[in-house]
């Protein structure tokens, strides 16, 4: 059974960083496309970065220039580093993991696997 499992999340301060890890067990994701997501209370899960096994990663309007997704095929893990953090930012972030086949990585419905969750807090 495949798993992912969030870490990182946490309370940091507006300006803050904050690194999110995604770890799959029971498959090997290298060829997937891997992403993040987030979602805020009483709001749209939402796309945040995404990256293919080749290529460069894609990063919504709102963090870009501020986060960071990396990948190690290696580890079958996948890391978000989040800069410059602003409280817009808090949210529960969500890492998913799909066939690299799909079209549109931003969103939701092509993503087979999803992890838990964590909990991220950026306080003004």
């Known amino acids: 059974q495949v798993q992912l499992v969030e870490s990182g999340g946490g309370l940091a301060q507006a300006g803050g960083s904050l690194t999110l890890s995604c770890a799959a067990s029971g498959r090997i994701f290298s060829t997937d496309v891997v992403a993040w997501f987030r979602q805020a209370p009483g709001k749209e899960r939402e796309f945040v970065a995404a990256?293919?096994?080749?290529?460069?990663?894609n990063y919504a309007d709102s963090v870009k220039g501020r986060f960071t997704l990396f990948r190690d095929n290696a580890k079958n893990t996948v890391t978000l580093q989040m800069n410059s953090l602003k409280p817009d930012d808090t949210a529960v972030y969500y890492c998913a993991a799909g066939p690299n086949s799909m079209g549109v990585v931003t969103a939701t419905q092509p993503y087979d696997y999803w992890g838990q969750g964590t909990q991220v807090t950026v306080s003004s």
């Open positions: 990256r293919r096994w080749v290529g460069t990663a």
